[in-house]
């Protein structure tokens, strides 16, 4: 991937968020997030599923126990039942590693790859899961892409 390439970039992030997206609509799949303006972002881009956001009032705890038993360890063939996006900066990746680690220890299989692509992709644009909003025209056209390829295999 060419640093410098943004339609490149812009591609495989949309992609990423796509699939993500599918995810969260037709499994369940939720998304967790710093706050309610991520949540507004990715409502914005098309997400209709579970978006849990972390700071609601309660206790790091007493949230990663919500977490457990709304959602459980992993699905019933083994894959994740969310994902961590907390932004990309300090506190998102101290939150990140926090988080992560109270969930392991509930044996909570956790999908971390849609905020390793995001980072590397959108790393010049933005550093922050709010921003996600403002960047819908040049993902989205590369997230229908993903859903239009589903529909095809499906027929």
Same mark, same amino acid.
């Given at each position: ?23 969260? !609509? ?47 360890? !992993? ?14 900066? !300090? ?35 933005? !550093? ?28």
């Amino acid at each position: 991937m060419d640093p410098t390439n943004s339609i490149e970039r812009f591609e495989i992030a949309g992609k990423a968020l796509g699939e993500a997206r599918h995810r969260n !609509r037709e499994d369940g799949f939720a998304i967790i997030v710093e706050g309610p303006r991520d949540k507004a972002a990715l409502l914005r881009l098309g997400f209709e599923g579970p978006i849990e956001v972390v700071n609601r009032g309660w206790g790091m705890d007493r949230f990663t126990a919500y977490l457990y038993e709304t959602y459980g360890t !992993r699905t019933s063939d083994r894959k994740s039942t969310m994902t961590l996006l907390m932004d990309w900066d !300090r506190t998102g990746g101290k939150l990140q590693a926090n988080l992560r680690r109270r969930l392991e220890s509930f044996d909570v299989l956790i999908d971390e790859d849609l905020r390793k692509v995001l980072m590397k992709t959108l790393k010049p644009e933005t !550093r922050v899961v709010e921003s996600l909003g403002g960047l819908v025209g040049a993902l989205a056209p590369h997230m229908e892409i993903e859903a239009t390829l589903r529909q095809e295999e499906k027929v």
